[in-house]
């Protein structure tokens, strides 16, 4: 382990740990979305999944994972019945510092210990994403807090004439996917793939471009629509995105980045068929993932990384895939019911940001940083 890769995880320890200042006991606690779960669990979670590969699966210590696993591992334990089992906050802090010198203890020990999840580096990797995939989470949760709370209000004005700037991408065969030893199952194999030639937008669809929809009927227009998407569309009457609240002359938009001013900031908390739908109202569609890494390695797409992309593709497994180190972080997710979003959000920890990176979520899901750009 390099100095610097260590000083990172004590960094992402800490950021970790910060999410249970300043909020009170009864905010950590809660359950703020029905697909979230409680920061407090999220901060127990990822100090406990650390412990777990490095103590326990690398040098066979269970003493500690025996009594939390039933609490910390997700499949363990349903979403809804963490609140109460949780520790207070004084009590996690604690925790979490005693699990972190323990990992301490053991990572110093690494070094002369032979064994096939430290080659390369590859635990430290992986426990460093697992933090900061959890820091996101973490944010997600953070942002339906503040919904309630304090958002932006923002006055939106329709652009009259939208033009839809297309960049061209030649058709030509690339390598999709990751060989770094920081790369996930899932991007792996790395493979060659031919890309048909293709148009993508040079930046994703703004606030102010999603509200001309939302005037124009989007929301209301069968024909725009997938039978599925429009099936949850009126059952969850979903009429706007999710980060958006109805105020008397505009809409309440939480937005984390003041840079970009909210009508030209690129919607977020929309589900994939939401997305599906604009681009059918725009007489787009959405780009094939291969298609999203192919322009984003050709570099020639702007603003990337304000908000995750939905693409047109399903979560599958590459030719060759091979579940690693475990089953469950890709595996059960190729069942046809998920989507994969390419990119990443403001909220992202530069552990996840790579052209290769696949994410992925049913199309329902709306409480995550992603939005939509067009492709033709
Ligand atoms: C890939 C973001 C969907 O949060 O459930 C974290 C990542 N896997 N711990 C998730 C993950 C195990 C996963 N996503
Ligand atoms: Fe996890």
């Not at 901060?43 to 269970?62: C, Q, S």
């Not at 792996?188 to 030639?197: D, G, L, M, N």
């Not at 939905?310 to 046809?336: E, H, I, V």
Request: glycine fraction near 6%; hydrophobic fraction near 35%; charge should be negative.
């Amino acid at each position: 382990m390099t100095e610097s890769s260590a000083s990172r995880l004590l960094a992402l320890r800490c950021a970790s740990q910060a999410m249970l200042d300043g909020r009170d006991e009864a905010a950590l606690r809660r359950q703020s979305h029905p697909e979230l779960s409680p920061l407090l669990w999220h901060v127990g979670h990822v100090f406990f999944v650390e412990h777990y590969w490095l103590a326990e699966r690398v040098f066979g210590d269970r003493s500690v994972t025996d009594r939390w696993r039933g609490l910390y591992f997700p499949e363990e334990c349903q979403k809804h019945t963490r609140s109460i089992r949780l520790p207070d906050p004084a009590a996690m802090r604690t925790w979490t510092d005693q699990v972190a010198a323990l990992n301490d203890h053991y990572w110093a020990r690494a070094a002369q210990h032979p064994h096939a999840l430290l080659e390369r580096g590859y635990l430290h990797a992986f426990i460093c994403q697992h933090y900061a995939q959890h820091l996101e989470t973490m944010r997600l949760v953070v942002a339906q807090l503040d919904l309630a709370d304090d958002p932006t209000v923002a006055t939106l004005d329709t652009p009259d004439d939208v033009r839809r700037e297309r960049v061209h991408i030649p058709g030509h065969t690339m390598q999709i996917g990751s060989a770094g030893i920081d790369a996930y199952d899932n991007e792996k194999p790395a493979h060659e793939r031919t890309v048909e030639a293709f148009d993508v937008a040079p930046g994703p669809v703004s606030n102010a471009e999603w509200l001309g929809f939302m005037r124009d009927g989007g929301y209301d227009r069968h024909e725009l629509w997938d039978d599925d998407g429009w099936r949850w569309r009126c059952l969850d009457r979903v009429e706007h995105p999710q980060h958006w609240r109805p105020v008397d002359d505009g809409w309440q938009i939480a937005w984390h980045d003041s840079r970009t001013p909210i009508a030209e900031a690129p919607v977020h908390g929309i589900g994939w068929y939401e997305a599906r739908a604009f681009a059918r109202y725009a007489g787009a569609r959405l780009p094939a993932e291969h298609e999203w890494e192919a322009a984003a390695r050709s570099e020639h797409l702007n603003a990337t990384g304000q908000v995750w992309e939905w693409c047109d593709s399903a979560f599958k497994p590459y030719p060759g895939f091979t579940a690693f180190p475990y089953d469950g972080y890709s595996k059960p997710w190729f069942d046809g019911h998920h989507y994969v979003t390419r990119g990443s959000s403001v909220h992202t920890e530069t552990e996840v940001k790579r052209p290769g990176f696949r994410n992925f979520y049913p199309p329902t899901h709306r409480h995550i940083f992603a939005g939509v750009r067009l492709a033709w």
